[in-house]
T-cell receptor, first 112, second 113 residues
Framework: KAGVTQTPRYLIKTRGQQVTLSCSPISGHRSVSWYQQTPGQGLQFLFEYFSETQRNKGNFPGRFSGRQFSNSRSEMNVSTLELGDSALYLC???????????FGQGTRLTVV | GDSVTQMEGPVTLSEEAFLTINCTYTATGYPSLFWYVQYPGEGLQLLLKATKADDKGSNKGFEATYRKETTSFHLEKGSVQVSDSAVYFCALSFSGGYNKLIFGAGTRLAVHP
């Protein structure tokens, strides 16, 4: 069974640009969550999608948004990038039958 | 609010030493508890979990017991290997349909031969 797939693995963007990251969950998993990991703030929850609906949202500005498609694949978008958005962005999928989450390898975003 | 506190690292051990990484939590309800491990350049891997008080999670020689009375979930391993060198994260989440993990700051473990 394939794991969680995130693309791209690495990304370099310029301040003010926008970026879209993609996540394909484990087959059959309907919940997808996104996390930001930085050395200063650690792992922080961004949002969770289930059946194409955002169910939960963390404390991030509106520049961070996401969506989920009918096949459970998810994308997150960050607009008007700031230097502080440089981070590892992790996607996790959850089967719904238990609380454990399975993570992808992440997308390393660098804003210059 | 809900939170997780882990002992600060780095933790440096010799191979075959005993490992303990402390984790305590603050929560309004009865969460599930997890340990995740992150190897360099990788995402997070679920190491073990416990979903109710007194449950013991175990995997690959690692163990942790859900202690409601002390709100703790300490990670232990009897004999560490160099390959265990990684960052370990303690986390909690609540059931009920909202899959949000709250993580501790992480503890870096370095094991030397």
């Amino acid at each position: 069974k394939a794991g969680v797939t995130q693309t791209p693995r690495y990304l370099i963007k310029t301040r003010g640009q926008q970026v879209t990251l993609s996540c394909s969950p484990i087959s059959g998993h309907r919940s997808v969550s996104w996390y930001q990991q930085t050395p200063g703030q650690g792992l922080q929850f961004l949002f969770e999608y289930f059946s194409e609906t955002q169910r939960n949202k963390g404390n991030f500005p509106g520049r961070f948004s996401g969506r989920q498609f009918s096949n459970s694949r998810s994308e997150m978008n960050v607009s008007t990038l700031e230097l502080g958005d440089s981070a590892l962005y992790l996607c996790a999928s959850t089967p719904g039958t238990g609380p454990e989450a399975f993570f992808g390898q992440g997308t390393r975003l660098t804003v210059v | 609010g809900d939170s997780v506190t882990q002992m600060e690292g780095p933790v440096t051990l010799s191979e075959e030493a005993f490992l303990t990484i402390n984790c305590t939590y603050t929560a309004t309800g009865y969460p599930s508890l997890f340990w995740y491990v992150q190897y360099p350049g990788e995402g997070l891997q679920l190491l073990l979990k416990a979903t109710k008080a007194d449950d013991k999670g175990s995997n690959k020689g690692f163990e942790a017991t859900y202690r409601k009375e002390t709100t703790s979930f300490h990670l232990e391993k009897g004999s560490v290997q160099v390959s265990d060198s990684a960052v370990y994260f303690c986390a909690l989440s609540f059931s009920g349909g909202y899959n949000k993990l709250i993580f501790g700051a992480g503890t870096r473990l370095a094991v030397h031969p």
